[in-house]
């Protein structure tokens, strides 16, 4: 099994209606808490070995420290880090210390940023509930580039991205990057997920994507393979108990922990924590590995809904919604279904 633990030095600049992990405008962990947490999880990691991983989750660069708690952790738990790269730009940006930031990322061999886009400007701005969103998002990939980090752009599938393919067509002409690809949101029962869910494209929208995306020479092969099998009438056609024996013997035999700034410690992804383990005051290095040992695979667990819980009958009885949506994966639909 795997393990990943996701510390939450700061919040976001944006409220995606997209994210899964709730991202947002929060508090900052204070330096000394965040060597705290690294002192108390660093023999957790060691016995875990390679099992065990953590990443700074929501944006770091809106810390005051960033380029200490960077410096920090590659001197402590090099090994352990998952540096994901994903950036609005807009704290990056305004920082005195970017340069120096990047040099260390280069230096320890992660030289590379995530960009994420919803379509053009005012769809963009309006899905991150931010102004500067669109605009600092193609700044910081001149500027990244320009240092030497490689830049991969995700553009995020929905209504309004399907309404803005000229938009993207410009954009793609405007920046530099190095890789890009499409991306259809997952869905967990969060509050802000259940609203983008009128966003979400049916399978009925998806040509007018493969046209643009045919059209211009780019691989089309992977979404057209989840659109053709991870639709929710296909989903609910396959069902059967072989299918879904399959499935829950296959899915990722992973565990997500949670760290909040308050040094709190969780049992489930970041967006939809399941339980309070308890705060890493109080808690030992050798009771934070117990907890962890101990945990059962929560790869699509949330606080709403487990499927699990559901006899193969109430799964059998789903009916898709009348848009008959498209989703990355079979919990997606599963979770959606279930909640509507």
């Given at each position: 099994m795997e393990y990943n633990i996701d510390i939450l030095v700061a919040g976001c600049n944006t409220s995606c209606q997209h994210c899964y992990v709730n991202g947002g405008y929060e508090k900052i962990m204070s330096f000394s808490d965040y060597q705290k947490c690294i002192?108390?999880?660093?023999?957790?990691?060691?016995?875990?070995?390679k099992s065990c991983s953590f990443t700074l989750d929501n944006e770091l660069y809106n810390h005051p420290q960033a380029l200490e708690i960077l410096q920090f952790t590659h001197q402590e738990v090099h090994d352990y880090y998952y540096h994901h790269g994903s950036t609005t730009g807009i704290a990056l940006m305004k920082r005195k210390d970017k340069d120096d930031i990047l040099s260390l990322l280069v230096k320890y061999g992660t030289p590379y940023a995530g960009l994420t886009f919803h379509g053009g400007k005012k769809h963009h701005n309006e899905i991150v509930?931010?102004?500067?969103?669109?605009?600092?998002?193609?700044?910081?990939?001149?500027?990244?580039?320009?240092?030497?980090?490689?830049?991969?752009?995700?553009?995020?599938?929905?209504?309004?991205?399907?309404?803005?393919?000229?938009?993207?067509?410009?954009?793609?002409?405007?920046?530099?990057?190095?890789?890009?690809?499409?991306?259809?949101?997952?869905?967990?029962?969060?509050?802000?997920?259940?609203?983008?869910?009128?966003?979400?494209?049916?399978?009925?929208?998806?040509?007018?994507?493969?046209?643009?995306?045919?059209?211009?020479?780019?691989?089309?092969?992977?979404?057209?393979?989840?659109?053709?099998?991870?639709?929710?009438?296909?989903?609910?056609?396959?069902?059967?108990?072989?299918?879904?024996?399959?499935?829950?013997?296959n899915e990722p035999k992973q565990a997500f922990f949670k760290?909040?700034?308050?040094?709190?410690?969780?049992?489930?992804?970041?967006?939809?924590?399941?339980?309070?383990?308890?705060?890493?005051?109080?808690?030992?290095?050798?009771?934070?590995?117990?907890?962890?040992?101990?945990?059962?695979?929560?790869?699509?667990?949330?606080?709403?809904?487990?499927?699990?819980n559901y006899s193969y009958d109430q799964l059998f009885g789903l009916t898709p919604s009348d848009k008959n949506y498209v989703y990355p994966d079979i919990a997606s639909c599963l979770y959606y279904l279930l909640l509507k």
């Amino acid at each position: 099994m795997e393990y990943n633990i996701d510390i939450l030095v700061a919040g976001c600049n944006t409220s995606c209606q997209h994210c899964y992990v709730n991202g947002g405008y929060e508090k900052i962990m204070s330096f000394s808490d965040y060597q705290k947490c690294i002192q108390k999880l660093r023999p957790v990691f060691e016995k875990l070995n390679k099992s065990c991983s953590f990443t700074l989750d929501n944006e770091l660069y809106n810390h005051p420290q960033a380029l200490e708690i960077l410096q920090f952790t590659h001197q402590e738990v090099h090994d352990y880090y998952y540096h994901h790269g994903s950036t609005t730009g807009i704290a990056l940006m305004k920082r005195k210390d970017k340069d120096d930031i990047l040099s260390l990322l280069v230096k320890y061999g992660t030289p590379y940023a995530g960009l994420t886009f919803h379509g053009g400007k005012k769809h963009h701005n309006e899905i991150v509930h931010n102004e500067q969103g669109f605009d600092v998002l193609k700044e910081t990939a001149i500027y990244l580039h320009n240092k030497g980090i490689k830049v991969f752009l995700s553009f995020m599938i929905s209504q309004y991205l399907i309404e803005d393919l000229d938009a993207i067509d410009q954009l793609l002409h405007e920046i530099p990057y190095d890789d890009f690809f499409f991306v259809i949101p997952n869905f967990m029962p969060t509050t802000r997920m259940i609203n983008y869910q009128k966003l979400r494209l049916a399978h009925e929208d998806y040509p007018i994507l493969f046209d643009f995306m045919d059209q211009r020479h780019i691989d089309s092969s992977e979404i057209k393979k989840q659109v053709t099998n991870f639709n929710e009438k296909k989903i609910l056609a396959s069902l059967s108990e072989e299918y879904l024996k399959d499935f829950f013997e296959n899915e990722p035999k992973q565990a997500f922990f949670k760290v909040d700034q308050q040094l709190n410690f969780y049992y489930g992804n970041t967006g939809a924590t399941s339980q309070l383990i308890g705060n890493l005051n109080d808690l030992t290095s050798e009771e934070i590995l117990q907890s962890i040992l101990q945990a059962k695979p929560n790869y699509y667990d949330s606080s709403h809904i487990h499927l699990k819980n559901y006899s193969y009958d109430q799964l059998f009885g789903l009916t898709p919604s009348d848009k008959n949506y498209v989703y990355p994966d079979i919990a997606s639909c599963l979770y959606y279904l279930l909640l509507k």
